[in-house]
Nanobody, 122 residues
Framework: QVQLVESGGGLVQAGGSLRLSCAASGSLFTIDTMTWYRQAPGKQRELVAAITSGGSTNYADSVKGRFTITRDNAKNTMCLQMNSLKPEDTADYYC????????????????WGQGTLVTVSS
């Protein structure tokens, strides 16, 4: 079974930077699109940034120019470099991936990480 584990969240002052990481573990799988989502208290989960296996990226308008998404296909990892952070970026950040699995569960699966909290103080 494939698992996603996020790391790198924490507390930072406005204008600061954080780097989130997401690592996939398991066996017999290939990762398709990977995505960062976030959910602030009392709000719906929203897409932050996505990256395909070929490296094409997509960003929410609110983070364009400040956040950069990257991935390492060989290591099955994804990162989100967040610069010029604002208090409104405060949220739980979740890693998401669509994977082709040929392991214990065969098929095209959607997998979520457990989330990592980012808090930006003003």
């Amino acid at each position: 079974q494939v698992q996603l584990v996020e790391s790198g969240g924490g507390l930072v002052q406005a204008g600061g930077s954080l780097r989130l990481s997401c690592a996939a573990s398991g066996s017999l799988f290939t990762i398709d699109t990977m995505t960062w989502y976030r959910q602030a208290p009392g709000k719906q989960r929203e897409l932050v940034a996505a990256i395909t296996s070929g490296g094409s990226t997509n960003y929410a308008d609110s983070v364009k120019g400040r956040f950069t998404i990257t991935r390492d296909n060989a290591k099955n990892t994804m990162c989100l470099q967040m610069n010029s952070l604002k208090p409104e970026d405060t949220a739980d950040y979740y890693c998401n991936a669509f994977i082709y699995s040929s392991g214990s569960t065969i098929g095209y699966l959607e997998v979520w990480g457990q989330g990592t909290l980012v808090t930006v103080s003003s």
